[in-house]
């Protein structure tokens, strides 16, 4: 049966679709549905303790290298700035692999019990891979949509947000309850992903489409959709036993929401083959442009560009190309939103407000996601009701991201309210949060893992666009790592020398009044309120300083948010439509 008449090539159609942006974005999306593996620790952290013998301390040394792992992202964003995407990703999966699979091998009692610090370092390496990911293919998004770039950030780090929830589908229905399995799958799966999709990543001159925004809305309906039936399924498993077969059908149907964004890729890249086509027959117009005349107000500009630079000459030309010293201009920084260079950045009061709150926010969210087992397993609550609280963060860290990304960028474009703002509100929540842990009630553990997970999504995804809009997007693959570089240090200081240190002190209480030691148990366990009560308090009032903070940068960036922070890419989208249909008309001669 011939094709129909006005359908494209196959294979031209194929190569149009598989090198578009469209399809680009889709990719995208599922790379960052595989690098939320950090989110799962509190699911297979129990199986590390209680398999390796680790109290609770140790325990949280292992939280903090897998959040200095998936935080400290410089080395990736470095990598990128003289690297092609694809031997980011490349790296990425590589690393990926390496480092959970070492994890696999030591709690299946496959080699050798490992010392700490080799642990430490397996999950520092699994981690870090996670950074890779994110500078290969949500950097090159942001790139390829910066006029979007608030809802294209939300959709992004929504697709992480959600991963948690996606792992667990995809390893029940894989190799059942076997949270020593899980490990396994974040090993393989994700390096896999990245390695499919490694040459369709790359960044592309920047251009307007007419669908650009309904198309992103279409992507965050799906993405919605998905994220409720991930809720639901993970409520129902709780509650009712489903059979392997119900597990495969759940986790067909999560695959399917996954990949239907691939329809409107293809949807989108058909109608800009047939748009191209109509341009294509259309009579060319032969339009005859007189030279353009040297006004006079060029020409005075121009005297007085050779006044201030001697090195120009009348005409507009440099004489000697002589670059200043690159640490010659570090505190002469250009204005906010244009593209700042790296040690710009890095010591300018903005970014060093944005690394206190990050500290704070960023650092008390980790601390309070890596305890939740704990946490659960302190209150009483059952092994699969914990597991729930897990589930549920990754969840409403999906919601925090793009609420964060879609409502946000429409407030910031219908009313100028600052980012900076809306991130100020994003550390007020988790306060809450933390004191309905440290003043337990029935219940209240679900509420509290609802408004942490929100709001560090809220946080993650809100740092990520401020970095954007203030400093630039030229070196934003470094800037951005280097903007989450106190989330770490926070994780380490709040999750390490805070609440797991009060955590072994309690436990040590309940073993004391027992008339017990140390030595007497294998894995040291507290129970009861008391056991996160001082430690939470004091997250929540680090949360609030972080506040306060932010409120600063509110007030140095308000004038900045009222004006047109998008014309320049505006522009450059404009001269590039000129350039292609310029180019157009020669082919057509």
């Given amino acids: 049966m011939a094709a129909p008449r006005n359908s494209p090539p196959l294979w031209r159609f194929t190569v149009q679709v598989l090198t578009g942006r469209w399809f680009m974005m889709f990719a995208s999306f599922l790379i960052m549905a595989?690098?939320?593996?950090?989110?799962?620790?509190?699911?297979?952290?129990?199986?590390?303790?209680?398999?390796?013998?680790?109290?609770?301390?140790?325990?949280?040394?292992?939280g903090t290298f897998k959040d200095v792992g998936a935080n400290v992202g410089v080395l990736s964003g470095l990598i990128a700035e003289v690297t092609p995407t694809w031997f980011v990703l490349l790296i990425g999966s590589v690393m990926n692999f390496a480092g959970y699979f070492l994890i696999w091998l030591a709690v299946s009692k496959k080699m050798a019990k490992p010392s700490v610090w080799m642990m430490c370092a397996f999950i520092c390496i699994g981690a870090n891979s996670q950074n890779f990911a994110n500078t290969g293919s949500l950097v090159t998004c942001v790139k390829n949509f910066p006029e979007s770039r608030g809802m294209m950030l939300g959709l992004m780090k929504g697709f992480v947000g959600l991963s948690g929830a996606v792992f667990t589908q995809l390893y029940l229905a894989i190799y059942g309850s076997d949270a020593k399995s899980l490990i396994l799958l974040i090993g393989w799966l994700p390096a896999l992903i990245s390695l499919m999709f490694i040459f369709n990543i790359r960044a592309m001159k920047i251009s307007r489409h007419p669908n650009e925004v309904k198309?992103?809305?279409?992507?965050?309906?799906?993405?919605?959709f998905l994220a409720l039936v991930?809720?639901?399924?993970?409520?129902?498993?709780?509650?009712?036993?489903?059979?392997?077969?119900?597990?495969?059908?759940?986790?067909?149907?999560?695959?399917?929401?996954?990949?239907?964004?691939?329809?409107?890729?293809?949807?989108?890249?058909?109608?800009?083959?047939?748009?191209?086509?109509?341009?294509?027959?259309?009579?060319?117009?032969?339009?005859?442009?007189q030279p353009p005349l040297v006004s006079e107000t060029k020409i005075v500009s121009e005297i007085e560009e050779v006044h201030e630079n001697p090195k120009i000459t009348s005409g507009g030309v440099t004489e000697e190309n002589n670059d200043p010293p690159c640490c010659s201009n570090i505190f002469r920084k250009p204005k906010r939103g244009e593209d700042y260079t790296i040690l710009q950045a890095l010591l300018s009061v903005d970014m060093l407000i944005l690394f206190v709150a990050t500290f704070c926010g960023l650092g008390c969210s980790l601390t309070a996601v890596d305890n939740l087992g704990q946490i659960g397993e302190s209150l009483g609550y059952p092994t699969h009701i914990i597991s729930t609280f897990v589930s549920l963060v990754s969840i409403w860290n999906y919601f925090g991201r793009v609420f964060s990304g879609f409502v946000?960028?429409?407030?910031?474009?219908?009313?100028?309210?600052?980012?900076?703002?809306?991130?100020?509100?994003?550390?007020?929540?988790?306060?809450?949060?933390?004191?309905?842990i440290a003043f337990p009630f029935p219940g209240s553990v679900y509420v509290a893992s609802l408004l942490i997970g929100f709001s560090y999504g809220m946080q993650l995804t809100l740092l990520f666009i401020i970095i954007s809009e203030l400093f630039g997007l030229k070196y934003y693959s470094t800037l951005f790592n280097c903007g989450q570089l106190a989330s770490p240090i926070g994780s380490y200081v709040l999750n390490v020398l805070i609440v797991g240190k009060l955590?072994?002190?309690?436990?040590?209480?309940?073993?004391?009044?027992?008339?017990?030691?140390?030595?007497?148990?294998?894995?040291l366990?507290?129970?009861?309120?008391?056991?996160?009560?001082?430690?939470?308090?004091?997250?929540?009032?680090?949360?609030?300083?972080?506040?306060?903070?932010?409120?600063?940068?509110?007030m140095r960036t308000w004038r900045y948010y009222k004006t047109d922070i998008y014309k320049r890419f505006r522009d450059e989208m404009e001269a590039n439509e000129r350039e292609l249909q310029m180019a157009d008309n020669a082919a057509q001669h």
């Fill in 525 to 554: 366990t507290c129970l009861g309120p008391q056991c996160y009560r001082k430690s939470f308090v004091i997250l929540a009032c680090v949360n609030l300083f972080g506040a306060l903070a932010s409120l600063i940068l509110v």
């Fill in 230 to 289: 991930l809720m639901g399924l993970t409520i129902a498993q709780k509650y009712v036993t489903f059979s392997h077969g119900a597990l495969i059908a759940s986790a067909s149907f999560v695959c399917f929401l996954l990949f239907l964004p691939c329809v409107i890729a293809f949807r989108e890249e058909l109608a800009t083959w047939r748009l191209r086509k109509r341009e294509a027959i259309q009579v060319p117009r032969v339009v005859i442009e």
């Fill in 503 to 523: 955590y072994d002190q309690e436990a040590l209480k309940q073993l004391a009044s027992k008339g017990m030691t140390r030595s007497m148990v294998h894995e």
């Fill in 215 to 224: 198309v992103l809305y279409e992507y965050l309906y799906i993405s919605v």
């Fill in 34 to 62: 595989g690098a939320g593996a950090t989110y799962l620790f509190g699911v297979y952290s129990k199986v590390i303790k209680s398999t390796l013998g680790y109290d609770q301390t140790t325990l949280n040394y292992l």
């Fill in 408 to 436: 946000s960028e429409n407030i910031l474009l219908k009313y100028k309210t600052p980012r900076t703002l809306i991130m100020t509100v994003s550390l007020v929540l988790p306060a809450i949060g933390d004191l309905l």
